[in-house]
């Protein structure tokens, strides 16, 4: 276990928010840079004073001048990047999903296995400061027993973004809306069962590829008698961008519906003598910041994008290696919330039809779908 860590930023473009709070942790020794982008690889490293800067992954894990690397690189090669650092023998975060197929997720759970180097998916909901109230209302009996969970993402990629998205079904990329639900629930999701609604206009749709704007599915949740809800969309849906979750129990209910708005408690009256159903309270709450959980040193950068989630995210990546621990989001809870989606994809395909989610703490083989 070191006693610092030497932590490699691979992608600078979202990346860039992460080095700066690298930088100042407590447990980092230095931070190195890598992006195939001479010019973005040039303005980072000099914004932030570093001379240790390659071009390609390659570069960087050749060098041996890390113990552990930041993905934040496109989502298609996530995959053969993360088997990559840790069959270098070093640790990988890597930005979300793990995959986009259940092939991909196995790849990388038997490479982290195999190393036994750290893998964390790093979810940025499960750390925002809406998330971090919830769980503090499900784990002090406040919400009461857990009786529904919602989760949806809706975002809109017409415009600029790679042409590569247009191919990309929806449910593909979904742990922004599974991880909170599941993490509140303290379950995986056994079963999906899921629709696509909608088609994909002809300028839109790429030959062979997904044909629906938007997605939304059930899945039975495992171990517990609990339905989730999660919807997510990419294309030809008026709304405006959100990352949202709502848990309901049978004293309480808690929604985030709109990101840049408060999110909404509920709260059941107990019921009256000769009243028709309970009363049911209802208020906006401002959940509140929670640098106090982090080193002094970053603490400040709660202030920054994806409702404060940056500095913890990195602390507990940090701390996990310099503790000699797996981090929250070990390399099974990714897989576990990177998999429902996959899974739920498939149900579209089949109009609906039941598909069973892999329970990736006993096997990591395939099941036959």
Known sequence: MPSKVRIGVVGLGFGSEFVPIYQRHPDVESVALCDANPAKLAAAGERFGIAQRFSSLEDLLAAGLCDAVHLLTPVPFHVEQSVAILEAGLHCACAVPM?????????????????????????????????????????????GNLTFLRGAYFQDLEGEYPAYWRGVPPMHYATHAVGPILALAKSRAAKACCFGSGALRPDIQQPG??????????FQLADLPIAAEVTRSWFQIA???????????????????????????????????????RQIQTKRVSPPDRADLLPAEIAEFTSGGHHGSHPHLANEF?????????PAIDAVTSADW????????????????????????????????
């Open 209 to 218: 590829k997904n044909t629906f704007p938007l997605e939304t599915a059930i």
């Open 99 to 143: 995959a986009t197929d259940l092939e991909g997720t196995r790849r990388v759970l038997a490479a982290q296995r195999s190393s036994g180097k750290n893998y964390m998916m790093m979810e940025t909901m499960v750390y925002t400061r809406a998330f971090f109230h919830a769980k503090g209302l499900v784990e002090s009996g406040e919400l």
């Open 318 to 326: 940090v701390c996990s290696i310099v503790e000699g621990r797996a």
């Open 338 to 369: 990177t998999a429902p989606g996959i899974c739920a994809h498939e149900s579209a395909l089949r109009n609906g039809e039941p598909v069973e989610v892999p329970d990736w703490t006993t096997s990591y083989d395939l099941p036959a779908l």
């Open 239 to 277: 709304r405006v961008y959100t990352e949202a979750f709502s848990v309901y129990g049978d004293k309480m209910g808690f929604e985030w519906q709109i990101e840049h708005e408060e999110p909404y408690l509920f709260t059941m009256e107990p019921l009256q003598p000769g009243q028709w159903g």
